[in-house]
């Protein structure tokens, strides 16, 4: 008769099959927080947080309702800040 109503766990596999780039962008600039080495790991979150939200862009343009914005937007935050740590770390060591 109805419809039940999606549960979170299913719209979260939902967006991670659509958007795997922003749950990647947002894996690595959490790693990157934890371990650093010459900034590869936030480097590459940008990267791929920047390819989820064109990702989300097109998406939304489909017509789905869920993309990933928000992972993608948080991971590239993450990895800014992850980044600029790292730069304000080094510049200190010198």
Do not use: H
């Amino acid at each position: 008769m109805y419809a039940t109503p999606p549960t979170r766990r299913e719209k979260d596999r939902e967006i991670r099959r659509n958007n795997s780039m922003a749950y990647t962008g947002l894996v690595l600039a959490l790693v990157s927080c934890l371990l650093n080495p010459l900034a590869i790991p936030s480097i590459l979150g940008i990267v791929f947080s920047a390819i989820g939200i064109a990702k989300s862009a097109e998406l939304e343009g489909a017509g789905r309702q869920l993309t990933g914005r928000g992972t993608a937007i948080a991971g590239l935050v993450v990895g800014i800040a992850s980044t600029a740590y790292f730069l304000w770390s080094f510049s200190t060591m010198l």
